[in-house]
């Protein structure tokens, strides 16, 4: 049996899949990564704010209350740029996703190629031997008829 023409592409293209899988789960980590800083962020600032209310029910003075609303900015600040690296890691993990599957179509491409040489070569094989059958077994009646 021919060994598959393309089976180097094939090995090749395994290996891509296998390293854009590795790369996506690499960039699905990263993105829950900076999702979980984005919400503890968020819970930071609530809570924040809620003392900041609590705060200025039982009375505060006003440098007290520039401090709580300068800090509450900052901490919008980092909010704004957490969601932008939030934003950014999903552009990422799609464009991570989108190579994992160019790649994969090109791996089940290669297999069904792959699968179609075999088929085919089992087939050439199957005929070799039915021929080499009905040559024997002719070469037997001959024989008989001699």
């Known amino acids: 049996m021919k060994s598959f023409p393309l089976q180097t592409l094939l090995d090749l293209s395994n290996a891509r899949m296998d390293d854009a899988a590795r790369q996506l789960g690499q960039l699905l980590a990263s993105e829950q990564a900076v999702e979980q800083t984005l919400a503890l962020l968020i819970q930071y600032r609530d809570e924040y704010e809620s003392r900041l209310s609590q705060a ?17 900015g900052r901490l919008d600040e980092a909010i704004a ?54 040559e024997h077994a002719a070469k037997g009646f001959r024989g008989r008829e001699e």
Do not use: P
């Open 56 to 72: 200025a029910r039982n009375g505060m003075a006003r440098d007290e209350w520039r401090n709580y609303q300068s800090f509450l």
């Open 81 to 134: 740029q957490q969601r932008a690296l939030v934003d950014a890691s999903r552009l990422r993990t799609a464009d991570g996703q989108k190579a994992w599957l160019d790649q994969r179509n090109k791996v089940k491409a290669f297999d069904t190629l792959s699968q179609r040489h075999k088929e085919n070569e089992v087939r050439i094989e199957a005929k070799t031997e039915q021929r080499e059958q009905d």
